[in-house]
């Protein structure tokens, strides 16, 4: 069965959030006593197991840290399977070895477990009822909870078992076919269809409202209140523009991915992209890589092929009404003018209408990555995860690398 997660914002009390604030003490304290013992049995030659360390310190509680009774249990449990998969990425070469956590750098989060949601309030266990700002939006077993904090706010992630029905809403009867869609800067995004939506003003004002606190922030002195004070300032700041950025990019990637049964992006450079100084803040703050993470596993939920032009597919220089390539178009130019067919319209959406074709193709070589590749373009798959590093899927979009041979 899929899992799903909701991510629900609470509303503590004061007491609960001195009450979290220990949990979230109590799950560093198991995590660093564990790594001590694990390392200790390591260099006596011992093959320390956490399931074995995780019944020791919790053997020892009542004795030595009988405050750990005030928090859940999973918040001191769980971090000795944390512990466990820290070391195992360590082993496959995927990560540096377990390091002993900061206080003051650590984000406050903790191991809530087996939680039960109401319409206004998520009943955690020992903790009691705490307010929540919405109600979840499908029915499942909870797998798992993690409660952590964000910048002022409180955040509880909870992980279901959901029914396959319900996982994959039956998506409605796509409107269009095949759609291309093109990223720029000055529109966030332009569709073939002539549809194009303009990425959220405030986003670019709070950058600007950003600059000042943490030029402030790097001023201050490390370890003192005023310092701290001006990172919670700053903390306050991000989460603003982040919960912006989200506000605006997951309303449009459902409709975009519901809309269309082929869907065709531009492989951007990005990092390339990057390099150049000039874009980079720009291109940074639009959110690219975000927007195409969701459409990518929105696709997949729905059902949808979503297809990546490779990075040299002319887009932008070709006109799409009659295919003449001007090379004269720089990125200063907002209008795609043809010298040959007298089109006249606007840059980006030229560069949509030259992905479409591709959805087209796309379409009747449906799921053949050599067809597709011939094409021009490539399907979007969602990474998955794996704990083997030779074995490690890594989504290919890129051409060169299909033509090498069957590296994936
Ligand atoms: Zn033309």
Redesign the pocket.
């Known amino acids: 069965m899929p899992l799903l997660a909701h991510v629900i914002a609470l509303r503590p009390t004061p007491a609960q959030v001195t009450l979290f604030l220990k949990a979230a003490g109590c799950a560093r304290l198991a995590y660093h006593w564990g790594l001590a013992q694990w390392n200790r049995e390591y260099q006596a030659g011992g093959k320390p197991n956490w399931m074995a360390l995780q019944k020791a310190f919790v053997a020892r509680i009542d004795a030595d840290v009988p405050f750990m009774r005030e928090v859940p249990s999973s918040a001191y449990a769980q971090p000795f399977r944390h512990l466990h998969q820290a070391f195992q990425r360590f082993f496959a070469g995927n990560a540096r070895t377990p390091r002993f956590k900061a206080k003051h750098r650590d984000q406050p989060s903790f191991k809530a477990g087996k939680v039960r949601c109401g319409d206004q309030h998520i009943i955690l266990p020992v903790i009691g009822a705490v307010r929540s700002t919405e109600a979840p939006r499908w029915a499942g077993r909870v797998v798992s909870s993690t409660v952590r904090a964000d910048a002022d706010r409180w955040i509880i992630t909870i992980l279901c078992e959901v029914a396959e029905e319900e996982a994959q809403p039956p998506p409605s009867p796509p409107t269009t076919a095949g759609i291309g869609i093109d990223l720029g800067l000055r529109t966030f995004a332009s569709c073939s269809d002539g549809r194009q939506f303009q990425a959220p003003r405030p986003l670019r004002c709070h950058a600007k409202r950003q600059r000042r606190p943490s030029r402030r922030l790097s001023r201050r002195q490390a370890g003192s209140r005023r310092r701290q004070k001006a990172r919670r300032r700053v903390a306050r700041l991000h989460r603003r523009i982040r919960t912006i950025r989200s506000a605006f990019l997951h309303p449009l990637a459902t409709s975009l991915a519901r809309d269309s049964h082929v869907l065709v992006i531009e492989d951007l450079h990005i990092s390339g992209m990057l390099a150049n100084h000039h874009l980079a803040r720009a291109i940074s703050d639009a959110g690219w890589y975000e927007f195409r993470r969701q459409l990518t596993y929105k696709c997949a939920r729905y059902g949808r092929t979503l297809l990546a032009a490779h990075t040299f597919y002319p887009t932008s220089k070709l ?6 390539h001007n090379p004269a178009l720089t990125l200063a130019d907002t209008v795609y003018e ?6 006249r319209m606007d840059r980006d959406i030229n560069a949509a209408r030259n992905l479409s074709p591709l959805a087209r193709r796309g379409i009747d070589a449906r799921g053949e990555r050599t067809a597709l590749a011939s094409a021009g373009c490539l399907p979007v798959l969602p990474a998955r995860r794996s704990v083997n590093p030779g074995a490690r899927t890594r989504v290919t979009n890129d051409l060169a690398e299909l033509s090498v041979g069957s590296r994936d």
């Open positions: 006109c799409c009404q009659c295919g003449n043809c010298t040959v067919c007298g089109n």
